[in-house]
């Protein structure tokens, strides 16, 4: 049996995770018996060891970064992403309330409920047809507030190739 870390809480379902160090996750509600919960692990055992596989694999783009390409990239970032986001808003007729750059890890971008957009400097990291993928994206969510049909339909309006940009983020990630 796997050595995998329990987080019991109010949820209704099992749910596996690989943390960032490569640690085994496991999610479970309080009422589910742990003879259940391991057998689930075991049913899982070929896509824990193939994620675990890809988290070895990966390549932690932080550590390679000097703390000087990290304040170019958060530079290029402050430049290019708020004049980017105004050309795309304006062809788009969307209006967002504010453009921020933070250092998330997990995400490119998000839309606030209040229409705030916010980018993370890593997406300097990308081509510029990934990052305008991503500009687009955020901005349509002005007018979609989900990942519907719609939604992707409104970005394919502006964005006819956004397909293969988006292919270049996750070809890279």
């Known amino acids: ?17 690989i943390s960032a160090d490569k640690q085994i996750i496991v999610r479970a509600p309080f009422r589910v018996q742990k003879s259940v919960i ?5 049913k899982h055992i070929v896509w824990i060891e193939k994620h ?5 694999n990966q390549i932690n783009k932080e550590l390679v970064l000097t703390s000087e390409q990290i304040k170019e990239l958060k530079r290029k970032a402050s430049e290019y992403l708020p004049s980017k986001t105004a050309y795309f808003a304006n062809i788009m007729d ?6 921020k750059i933070t250092s998330a890890k997990k995400r490119f971008g998000s839309c606030s409920p209040k229409n705030g957009i916010c980018y993370s400097w890593r997406l300097m990291n990308y081509p510029v047809l990934a990052i305008d993928y991503v500009i687009v994206h955020e901005l349509a969510h002005i007018k979609h507030k989900n990942h519907s049909k719609a939604l992707y339909e409104y970005i394919e309006k502006y964005l006819p190739d956004y397909k293969n940009r ?3 983020l996750k070809d890279r990630s």
């Open 52 to 56: 675990l596989e890809k988290r070895k």
């Open 94 to 99: 969307v209006k967002p309330t504010s453009v």
């Open 1 to 17: 049996m796997l050595d995998y870390k329990l987080i019991r809480s109010s949820r209704k379902t099992l749910s596996l995770e």
């Open 38 to 42: 391991d057998s689930f692990v075991c």
């Open 166 to 168: 988006l292919k270049l």
